[in-house]
């Protein structure tokens, strides 16, 4: 006897690059029960199988497989990689097939994706789900991952209306909170949270580790130094390529923390306390107000 | 009948200011057994009520008292006050007391001390614990606060050996490692692994604040960007002070900061990304290899 059972939000999912990012995808939508089945792809066969140990992914593909049975794909793999994955996945494309990523920077993907799409660039959906930096691999993947967290969509004028509800729906079933914006404003706005702090972080590291007395600062450093350089620890080749792909909105960024340094430091400089205090308490409230209501505290 | 029962290593503790810093030194030493009785003085009822009530001290008391009656005083106010409070003190002082203090600078703690207490001045060994700054007041008091740090001491010539041993077993007792240096060496390191990284977080906070799109940067800012900007929510009064009590030293280290700045932007403005992965890299390496011993992740 079979009963029968409404079929899941997502028939068949395909996640290419099964670490923290796509994992936590997968094991979002399994926990909600709103996936059927997840199609795993990437290099590492070891990674592969950890996936598939820790009940993530359903089955390890190729893409050629993954493109053809796939309902939703999710790009999940170094961001330089996406034109080369989007060129061979595109001839075993189902027409209704939706592909998204998970890319920190979206021009540079989305001109990526069209030249590899072509005509099917209507299928991919650029995407970035703000969450998780630090722990990387499957066995970093949780389900809970995307809750309360921001996923920035930014659709093409191609993209369909049903397959960008679609998109949003499979998002917020995994507790995220949903964006919508262009991808040149996605860019210059993490330039700006996101990529410049990295850039100022690493920048203050690389200096304290250069000193020739690094090993006492190193001492001195407490629990202020450790939150001001935690991001430095990230991926230096993920950074790299985030820095060169948003090279122009990061050192445009740049010179306006550059010209708050100034002033900063001129108010130092003239030892005006009045100015700093005001400078600080600024910056104090405003970040306060922020942790009270970011959810990230 | 009386039980005879060892001298505790300090009978008598005065905190002058019973907020996290004293509050978790008074904890430490009570949950130890290091003290026999601990007296509170400060300029809010309300704070010492609170701190009688948490059990962090004994008494309440003046500063005349505290100076009658302590074996060792410790200022835990904010920094601006230890001139006046060390010459309030003097008149009361016993010629066995000895005092010490846990501000973030110590050249100007040194000064302050000198000319306030004149010839008594060997009874002053100034220290400054590297813990704790998110949180404030004695209900963030806690007897761990110092297990694992370093609390660095910086002696002066006219501190007897006998009482910097004795100080520096206070603090082993609280769990903390004792670091001894010179006043300055101490305030041109912390301006490097302190005080400029407020400095560049506040900075950074106040320009993404300060931006006509500040609420959309807000909204996309996400976990690296909450721990970047953590220190920026510290009190802007205590951080002014430390920045004009450093200030020679902090100015000196931007420039540093500054020149590594210049470099990685040239690297990023040439597009040069080996330049670049080489130097988050090194960034990345030096703060993996420090978290790893720093125990502070």
Redo the contacts between chains.
């Keep these: 006897m079979n009963t029968v059972v409404a079929a899941p939000l997502v028939p068949v999912l395909a996640v290419v690059g099964v670490g923290l990012i796509g994992g936590s995808f997968a094991a979002a939508l399994k926990e909600r029960g709103a996936v059927g089945r997840v199609l795993g792809v990437g290099r590492q066969a070891a990674t592969l199988e950890q996936a598939l140990e820790l009940g993530l992914i359903d089955d390890i593909v190729t893409l050629e497989q993954a493109g053809q049975q796939a309902d939703l794909i999710l790009l999940a793999m170094p961001v330089g990689a996406t034109a080369s994955i989007l060129a061979q996945l595109r001839p075993f494309l189902r027409p209704d097939t939706i592909i998204t990523d998970a890319g920190s920077t979206k021009v540079n993907v989305v001109e990526a994706a069209k030249a590899a799409l072509g005509d099917r660039i209507g299928q991919f959906i650029p995407g970035h789900p703000?969450?998780?930096?630090?722990k990387t691999g499957p066995q970093a993947a949780e389900a809970g991952l995307y809750k309360g967290?921001?996923v920035?969509l930014t659709p093409l004028d191609e993209n369909p209306s049903a397959a960008r509800a679609f998109l949003t729906r499979v998002w917020e079933c995994c507790g995220a909170r949903v964006?919508v914006?262009g991808a040149q404003?996605?860019d210059t706005?993490?330039a700006?949270?996101?990529h410049?702090?990295?850039?100022?972080?690493?920048?203050?590291?690389?200096?304290?580790?250069?000193?020739h007395?690094?090993d006492?600062?190193?001492?001195?450093?407490?629990?202020?130094?450790?939150?001001?350089?935690?991001?430095?620890?990230?991926?230096?080749?993920v950074?790299?390529d985030i820095?060169?792909a948003n090279?122009s909105a990061?050192?445009s960024e740049?010179q306006?923390?550059?010209?708050?340094?100034s002033r900063?430091?001129q108010a130092?400089?003239n030892?005006d306390?009045t100015e700093?205090?005001d400078?600080?308490?600024?910056?104090?409230l405003?970040?306060?107000f922020?942790?009270s209501?970011?959810g990230?505290?």
Tied chains: 1, 2.
């Design positions: 703000i969450a998780g930096a630090e967290r921001t920035v964006m914006m404003v996605h706005t993490l700006s949270v996101s410049v702090p990295h850039l100022l972080s690493s920048v203050f590291m690389w200096q304290v580790a250069s000193a007395d690094s006492l600062r190193m001492a001195l450093a407490g629990s202020g130094f450790r939150d001001f350089t935690r991001i430095a620890a990230g991926s230096p080749e950074w790299r820095f060169l090279r990061v050192l740049l306006e923390v550059k010209a708050a340094l900063a430091e130092l400089q030892a306390g700093l205090q400078f600080l308490e600024h910056a104090a405003a970040r306060r922020w942790g209501r970011s990230l505290t």
